[in-house]
């Protein structure tokens, strides 16, 4: 091997020139370079298919399907003592205690408030179905369901009301029109911030 300075052939293995004592440039001492830095982290981007974790739901969404769940089962329970009290006791009784015209249109308006209070149920099980599935038209479902919740009460309030000739409220119907209002106003306020978890 032959020294770059001074041009002297030195042995192989030397490290330094034998006649000039310039420091030989060995081809095993040079180390391969690499591109890759000691310290450095490697970007791998890890795809294994997996969908994105769901997010949980909050406290409120929490407080809302139990809601739903306990008036699903008050309006199905109500509503069908209302269709029952007819198909057991029939119109002599409504008549009996009514009178004839009283008693005909009080039952009329038992049968139709027990066959809406079913079907706000079975509406209300679409609701929590789109609730689960954070689907898009999720919010706009639960805020019809309360607008129903208010509506219908207040209309057979107005009905039994024109046929008394006084105002009569139970504890269910005081109930499902405060709790549907205090429920409307909160779910309006609640939904309209988390429009983005109701994608699908």
Sequence with gaps: MFCTKCGTDNDDSARFCVSCGATMSCPQDAAPQSDVQPNAQPNVSVDNGAAPAPKKAN????ILMVY???????NLVYGFMKIATFLFFGVGLYVWVFGE???ILIMLSD???GIGLVAIAVFEVFVI???VKRKAK???LVIVFNVVCIAAPVIYLLATTLIHGFL???WYITFLIISSVIFLIVDAVY???HKGDFNK
């Design 59 to 62: 406290a409120w969404s929490s």
């Design 68 to 74: 739903l769940g306990v008036t699903i089962i008050c």
């Design 101 to 103: 015209l009283d008693g």
């Design 111 to 113: 049968i139709l408030s």
């Design 129 to 131: 179905v789109n609730l």
């Design 138 to 140: 999720a919010p706009l």
């Design 168 to 170: 009569s409220v139970s």
């Design 191 to 193: 939904l309209s911030k």
